[in-house]
């Protein structure tokens, strides 16, 4: 696994691009932290547990963090122990669904603390289906809608319900001008999340990829060098980058800084900032020790590994993305949204009215309810829907998959 302090280089960076807000505000991140009580939901997987490691680091009142995978809550907790150590608040794992009664139940009785106490004071959602690669069948689309939008919509009003003062949930820059499955959903997520802004706060961030977050490309890099695999990228498409602290430490601003509706996302700059996969890719070998070659065909850097290695080279298959909902480039903002450019230094805030069309909220939880009740779907059917919700909706429908590709 890269280490943090090397990633930077790259994701053509020579700085951490959080450090002079962090410095700014933290004297207020860590008063507000230490005196509050927090409830991370998909708290384990790579941006919560980075987001949970900057909220224990300022020794908060109460952490509780709720996640589906045992596995990395496990690893989460030997990580604070063996890194940070304890606290003087408290400090909890949960290993349950956030969309089940037995959340619901867990919210209700406050996870069952010692003193007796119920309700958090900002509840964090991080769970979402994130990749592009899940709208290629209807029943894993379904779960995306599950989690992106009915989920939040239910961790929200529970919430409310049990007396936090702020809700966070983490979008995506593909919610700007989608053209995917993924964004699309997480852009009606963020209509629903306008209507709860009625009852109360909320705030969000959109950003980059994580670099080496679990199940990205990057993450995909030191897998296939562990098991003698070649690296396959696309050299076509290009994407914004922060590291795992950075995605952290955006999460924890927005969620203390944010006012209602606010929206963050990292300023970064297209020429410097935003890099070609198989430029990464390119990097990233250099960086181990190894020369890239560049093989003509799957087949070609399948077969070459083991003759490569042994000269610190390395086989590398790059191609031209035509994949399905691949977009060529990412934005965090559209032309229709206000932005405030001013107030942080490498932050910028979409700043946001409670707009919503509720029809067409309702349209959507009845259609997806009728779906599930007649239970059977199409792909083709969910994608209707997402073009009446979006009118701007440009899906990108290619007929092929990323499972399709090394």
């Not at 009664?101 to 958090?120: L, N, P």
């Not at 053209?179 to 969000?204: C, D, Q, W, Y």
């Not at 430490?249 to 963050?264: A, K, P, W």
């Not at 934005?331 to 001013?342: A, G, P, R, V």
Request: aromatic residues 10%; glycine residues 6%.
């Amino acid at each position: 696994m890269a280490k943090f302090d090397d990633i930077l280089p790259l994701i053509g960076r020579t700085k951490p691009l959080l450090d002079a807000d962090i410095r700014k505000y933290d004297e207020e991140l860590s008063k507000t932290v230490h005196e509050s009580r927090f409830l991370v939901i998909g708290g384990a997987g790579s941006i919560g547990s980075a987001v949970s490691k900057e909220i224990f680091d300022r020794d908060p009142k109460l952490l509780h963090v709720v996640d589906i995978s045992e596995n990395n809550m496990v690893e989460l907790v030997r990580d604070i122990r063996s890194s940070k150590g304890y606290g003087s608040g408290e400090f909890a794992t949960y290993a349950i669904d956030a969309g089940s009664d037995i959340f619901e139940s867990f919210m209700r009785t406050g996870g069952g603390r010692k003193d007796g106490s119920t309700g958090y004071d900002y509840v964090l959602n991080l769970s979402a289906l994130k990749h592009v690669r899940s709208e290629k069948d209807p029943y894993t689309l379904m779960r995306m809608v599950d989690t992106n939008v009915f989920n939040t919509d239910k961790t929200m009003k529970l919430a409310k319900e049990y007396g936090a003062r702020k809700y966070f949930c983490v979008s995506t820059d593909k919610a700007a001008n989608p053209v995917n499955m993924m964004g699309a959903s997480k852009r009606i997520m963020e209509m629903f999340l306008m209507r709860r802004s009625l009852e109360m706060p909320v705030s969000t961030a959109r950003f980059a990829n994580v670099a080496f977050s679990d199940g990205s490309l990057l993450y995909g890099f030191n897998r296939r060098l562990e098991k003698n695999q070649p690296i396959s990228a696309p050299n076509d498409v290009k994407r914004y980058f922060v590291t795992p602290k950075e995605a952290g430490e955006l999460c924890l601003m927005s969620t203390i800084l944010g006012e209602n509706r606010d929206i963050f996302f990292p300023k970064l700059d297209d020429e410097l900032n935003m890099v070609t996969f198989s430029d990464i890719a390119v990097k990233y070998l250099r960086a181990r020790g190894y020369e890239p070659v560049e093989c003509a065909t799957e087949d070609e850097a399948r077969a070459r590994v083991s003759e490569l290695k042994a000269e610190h080279k390395y086989p590398v298959y790059f191609f031209t993305s035509d994949t399905t909902g691949e977009k060529s480039f990412e934005e965090f903002y559209t032309d229709k949204e206000t932005l405030d450019m001013e107030r942080f230094e490498a932050l910028g805030v979409i700043k946001n009215e409670a707009v919503f069309e509720e029809s067409k909220l309702t349209m959507f939880t009845d259609r997806i309810g009728g779906m599930r009740n007649k239970g059977v779907w199409e792909r083709s059917e969910m994608i209707d829907l997402f073009n009446e919700m979006i009118p701007e909706f440009h899906h990108l429908e290619t007929g092929k998959f990323l499972d399709n590709r090394m």
